[in-house]
């Protein structure tokens, strides 16, 4: 498999990807119109940690990490490496030496569609990580990939320098020509959350504040009491 490494990608507003990052994956999503997220799968290594950053990819064979060190050279402040392979990997391609490179490159964390390693290392250093699988199997350095093309993981396409936001509920990618767009449609979707969260501490119902009555009774859901429901049964 040969490849190519692109250098200099166009990338994000940092403003935008900063902004981006004080919201959570559900939130933006839903601004993007339900869309970016990546499978359920990826999940992170630790709790409690919200990262946002360009994407910087990188797609390797499966079981061999050469790319990857490749990928470090174009890494730099902000950026969030993201990686796949040509065909489904739980190898441990990623571990504690790669994440002490890239922190003195100031990448803020890293997306991985296939097995990590050290995870207890990761933890005590504070680099974030998200993986779909831990694997303490090792890897090779032997065929060539490509760092910052376009990739696709769990069919949502990543491209180079697009906004990369990751929290304890998954991954999310936005479009780096839509992140300020995006910014503000997260921020009008938290405003909204916020009246409804302030009429539910004063005890209003979803049911009437969403009007959800009427779609109840429309769908042939009935209330009755338990005297009703009970002569009813067979």
């Not at 994000?12 to 970016?36: I, M, W």
């Not at 997220?37 to 950053?53: F, M």
């Not at 859901?221 to 067979?234: A, D, N, W």
Request: aromatic share 4%; glycine share 12%; with cysteine.
């Amino acid at each position: 498999m040969s490849g190519v490494i692109v250098t200099n990608p166009p990338k994000a507003d940092p403003k935008d990807v900063e902004a981006l990052a004080g919201f959570g994956v559900a939130t933006v999503s839903e601004a993007l119109g339900r869309t970016g997220l990546l499978g359920p799968e990826i999940r992170p290594v630790q709790q409690g940690v919200r990262v946002a950053g360009a994407a910087v990819t990188v797609l390797s064979w499966p079981g061999d990490n050469l790319m990857i060190h490749a990928a470090v050279e174009q890494c730099g402040e902000g950026d969030l490496l993201v990686v796949t392979t040509t065909s489904p990997s739980t190898d441990g391609m990623f571990g504690e030496l790669f994440a002490t490179a890239l922190r003195q490159r100031g990448v803020r964390g890293l997306i991985i569609n296939a097995g990590i390693r050290d995870t207890q290392e990761l933890r005590d250093m504070g680099f974030p990580a998200w993986s779909r699988a831990v694997s303490a199997q090792g890897t090779v350095k032997a065929t060539g990939g490509s760092v910052n093309v376009p990739v696709a993981i769990d069919g949502q396409v990543i491209r180079p320098g697009d906004v990369i936001l990751a929290d304890d509920d998954g991954v999310v990618v936005v479009p780096r020509e839509r992140a300020r767009a995006t910014v503000s449609a997260s921020e009008a979707r938290e405003a909204k959350e916020a009246g409804a969260r302030a009429a539910f501490l004063d005890g209003q119902l979803g049911l009437d504040r969403y009007g959800l009555r009427e779609t109840l009774r429309r769908l042939g859901v009935r209330y009755q009491t338990h005297e009703e429901y009970e002569g009813e049964r067979p």
